[in-house]
């Protein structure tokens, strides 16, 4: 069985984030075939089209490390309907230079995260909106969104919530037969 190395971009910058304590959920109910690297926007510059010729060290850094990645998973919350700049300035700065997007050839998956109701459905709806076009192929089913995530980890960050278990764990043996499908 080949192993697929996946990234996995969290889309917030908080300690304790919801979107972090996800990822690490995910990684460990990942199945075998999968190996996940877990990485936030944390010190990336913002991106400037007028120094894109001669691009900073951090924004090289972060397109080599997705390059070397078969997949890459977004774990996002959801900000003002939509998803946080940090994210949006991450997919901008790895989708550069123009049709030499990082994300290309790398398969998609998209998880929405928040401790209200909706999951962060209008975050999960615009990485759909911005993804086409510089990146893989997009998992379309199954969908993931989490929500009422208050209550869904302990204080050490560990997934405690029952409920949330079979869906994370569904979502990731999708994911991988999404990748061995894309990637054979």
Same mark, same amino acid.
């Given at each position: 069985? %080949? ?10 910058? !908080?300690? =304790? ?5 996800? @990822?690490?959920?995910? %990684?460990? /109910?990942? &199945?075998?075939?999968?190996? #996940? ?11 400037? =089209?007028?120094?894109? @010729?001669?691009?900073? +060290?951090?924004?090289?850094?972060? !397109? ?16 003002? !309907?939509?998803? &946080?700049?940090?994210?949006?300035? %991450? ?5 550069? $230079? ?7 050839? !790398? ?7 928040? $401790?209200?109701?909706?999951?962060? /459905?209008? @975050? /999960?709806?615009?990485? =759909? ?10 998992? =379309?089913? &199954?969908?993931?969104? #989490?929500?009422?995530?208050?209550? +869904? ?12 278990? &079979? ?5 990731? +043996? ?9 990637? +054979?």
């Amino acid at each position: 069985m %080949a192993t697929h190395n996946v990234l996995v971009i969290v889309g917030s910058l !908080r300690k =304790q984030a919801f979107s972090l304590r996800v @990822a690490h959920a995910l %990684a460990k /109910v990942a &199945p075998a075939s999968l190996k #996940l690297d877990i990485v936030t926007p944390e010190g990336l510059s913002w991106f400037n =089209q007028d120094i894109e @010729a001669n691009p900073p +060290a951090d924004w090289v850094a972060f !397109r080599e490390k997705i390059q070397k990645h078969d997949g890459v998973i977004f774990v996002t919350p959801e900000y003002n !309907r939509s998803i &946080p700049g940090v994210l949006k300035n %991450a997919i901008d700065i790895a989708s550069r $230079p123009y049709s030499k997007s990082s994300f290309n050839g !790398r398969v998609i998956g998209i998880v929405g995260t928040s $401790p209200g109701a909706h999951g962060g /459905v209008s @975050a /999960v709806k615009h990485l =759909q909106q911005i993804l086409p076009g510089i990146s893989g192929p997009i998992l =379309q089913q &199954p969908e993931m969104y #989490l929500g009422m995530l208050g209550d +869904a980890f302990d204080d050490k960050g560990d997934l405690v919530k029952d409920s949330v278990k &079979p869906f994370i764990t569904n979502y990731m +043996a999708a994911f991988a037969d999404w990748v061995a499908k894309h990637k +054979a």
